[in-house]
């Protein structure tokens, strides 16, 4: 039917129109799938930036969000071009399943990683704690474990300001954000109290006989 459409306009057409015809079709689906892409990236980017300032998204994990959504469509508006250009559709399907199996290769040798950015998303979003927040991480219930301040969270690690340092000097613990899902999180509604098996800081005392001025001893 589109077939017989096609040579129908082509007969109503003047000659130098037809002969430029196979190219004009395929230049303006090229153009158009272009432009459709590009609309479409600006689009998603805006609705990005609305969600990302309603639900408080940091930079960290907007940025990769962004770059995923620009990929996807450069490569899906590339796949539509080469379509038009006449590449066969077994020989894009055979590199997109090509392209797949890297990436799922690539998606298990590096799961550890993948894994806590997919945490950093979580605590971005479900808020278990935040910056500033006290908490402490348990292998179990009973047992202490990891204990401080949040100063950070990227898309990798928790930043804690150990509680258990000793005074005067500072010391910062980097928990994996997906250990945190695998462990117990005690949250503080304030700072923790002090450990009472810490060492307590020694004073320096004074006895009341050293107090006293040494007494002059007389002469023979």
């Known amino acids: 039917m589109a077939a017989s459409r096609l040579q129908l306009l082509k007969a109503h057409l003047p000659e130098w129109v037809q002969d430029w015809l196979d190219v004009i079709v395929p230049g303006a689906q090229i153009l158009l799938i272009l432009v459709a892409a590009w609309a479409l990236q600006r689009l998603l980017r805006r609705v990005l930036a609305r969600a990302s300032v309603r639900f408080q998204f940091p930079e960290e994990l907007l940025a990769p969000i962004k770059g995923l959504v620009r990929w996807t469509i450069v490569a899906s ?10 590449v066969s559709a ?3 399907w055979t590199a997109f399943t090509g392209f797949a199996t890297v990436g799922a290769v690539a998606f298990f040798a590096a799961w550890s990683v993948l894994s806590n950015l997919f945490c950093a998303l979580l605590i971005f979003t479900a808020r278990p704690f935040r910056v500033g927040d006290y908490i402490e991480v348990l292998d179990t219930a009973e047992k ?4 401080g301040r ?3 969270i990227n898309l990798l690690y928790t930043t804690l300001k150990d509680h258990s340092a000793t005074p005067g000097q500072a010391a910062w613990l980097q928990i994996p954000n997906a250990l945190i899902f695998q462990r117990v999180v005690r949250r503080f509604q304030d700072a923790p109290p002090p450990d009472p098996a810490a ?4 004073v ?10 040494a007494r002059a001893t007389p002469a023979p």
Do not use: I, M, N
């Open 77 to 86: 508006a590339l796949l539509l071009v080469l379509e038009r250009l006449g």
């Open 144 to 147: 202490p474990g990891a204990k």
């Open 150 to 152: 949040v100063v950070d």
């Open 204 to 213: 320096a005392t004074t006895s009341p006989s050293d107090a006293l001025p």
């Open 199 to 202: 060492p307590e800081p020694t």
């Open 90 to 92: 077994t020989v894009l």
